[in-house]
């Protein structure tokens, strides 16, 4: 998504190296992707539309 | 020390990356100074990838050293690397970045990000890209895994 919109970045981010980013946002299962922040999450290999309604979630 | 990619995952490798098209770059920050459990397996797992394709190039940086360059590209941990497009002189900068050594499943993202930026082809739907399209505000993901 990163590559296909200007609006979107994204980051890979292997949780044993940094423990108090997985910390902060309570990584328990991996994957785990955060939405700005914290604002939303969606845990799990998640398929592309079920990733968009939280983002839009997230959004609101 | 010893090669970290097997002979079996170089095929494959070297398979895949006869499909590239443009030139990408990968931009790698690590440090000597700080505190860095994975640079040097990282460094030699991007050099070694990056070696078996003229279409992938590696730019080694340092964190500190490099300031003004990790600042531009928002480079905060390391190791971390960016995945870039490379158009003539310019770079393409996609908002694409890998922090952590990329084992595993990020190894994979690694592979497939950049196929999808040589290619130019996000992969996503139709709706997908309609929704991005329609975008207002910006969105950060970041995607938490392990090295299994």
């Known amino acids: 998504m990163a590559f296909a919109s200007e609006m979107v970045s994204s980051e890979m981010v292997e949780a044993t190296e940094y423990p108090k980013l997985a910390a902060q946002f309570q990584i328990s299962g991996v994957p785990d992707t955060i939405i700005n922040q914290g604002a939303d999450r969606a845990l799990g290999a998640v398929p592309e539309m079920q990733l968009i309604e939280k983002i839009k979630a997230a959004l609101e | ?148």
Not at chain 2, 15 to 44: H, M, P, R, W
């Open chain 2, 1 to 148: 020390m010893s090669q970290m990619l097997d002979d079996g995952i170089t095929r494959q490798l070297k398979d895949l990356f006869a499909d590239l098209d443009q030139d990408v770059e990968i931009l790698y920050f690590g440090s000597q100074t700080q505190n860095c459990q994975f640079c040097k397996e990282t460094q030699q797992l991007l050099e070694e990838v990056s070696g078996l394709t003229e279409k992938v190039a590696l730019h080694v940086y340092d964190i500190d050293d490099d300031r003004e360059i990790a600042e531009k590209y928002t480079v905060d941990k390391v190791p971390g690397f960016v995945i870039v497009g490379r158009e003539g002189n310019d770079i393409v900068d996609y908002g694409i970045r890998f922090y952590g050594i990329p084992s595993g499943h990020e190894f994979t993202s690694l592979v497939t990000g950049l196929m999808m930026v040589s290619k130019g082809d996000s992969g996503l739907s139709d709706d997908g890209r309609a929704f991005l399209a329609g975008l207002k505000q910006p969105v950060h993901l970041q995607v938490y895994v392990t090295p299994t």
